[in-house]
């Protein structure tokens, strides 16, 4: 499978950006999927995730609220629409795919086992 991310970019304090992540090989619809990001000097971090069909999501607390995760199976992609921003969302985003095809979300890296290029999202006070 192999997850492309793309949308970041640099954005002023309060404004919005809009990530996507298309996917390719692996039945898309199949897969719950997340969405991670690595700030300098931090860990790696969940940011949410969504079930297969849309029917469930999963938000770390500091985004609820701000953060939409969202996903289109007949586009095979993922999107997570981000407002609100603020300094401390500054990272490198990644999307990624569960390793089976469960519908059970996770906030694990260890769970998931594609992983995107990373996209990142500067935001400026």
């Known amino acids: 499978v192999q997850l492309q991310a793309s949308g970041g970019g640099l954005v002023q304090a309060g404004g919005s950006v809009s990530l996507s992540c298309a996917a390719s090989?692996?039945?898309?619809?199949?897969?719950?999927m997340g969405w991670f990001r690595h700030a300098p000097g931090k860990e790696r971090e969940f940011v949410a995730a969504?079930?297969?069909?849309?029917?469930?999501?999963y938000y770390t607390e500091s985004v609820k609220g701000r953060f939409t995760i969202s996903r289109d199976n007949a586009k095979n992609t993922l999107y997570l629409q981000m407002n609100s921003l603020k300094p401390e969302d500054t990272a490198v985003y990644y999307c990624?795919?569960?390793?089976?095809?469960?519908?059970?979300?996770?906030?694990?890296?260890?769970?998931?086992?594609?992983w995107g290029q990373g996209t990142l999202v500067t935001v400026s006070s």
């Open positions: 990624a795919q569960r390793s089976t095809p469960r519908d059970l979300l996770s906030t694990s890296p260890s769970d998931y086992g594609a």
């Open positions: 090989g692996r039945t898309f619809s199949s897969y719950s």
């Open positions: 969504i079930s297969r069909k849309s029917h469930t999501t």
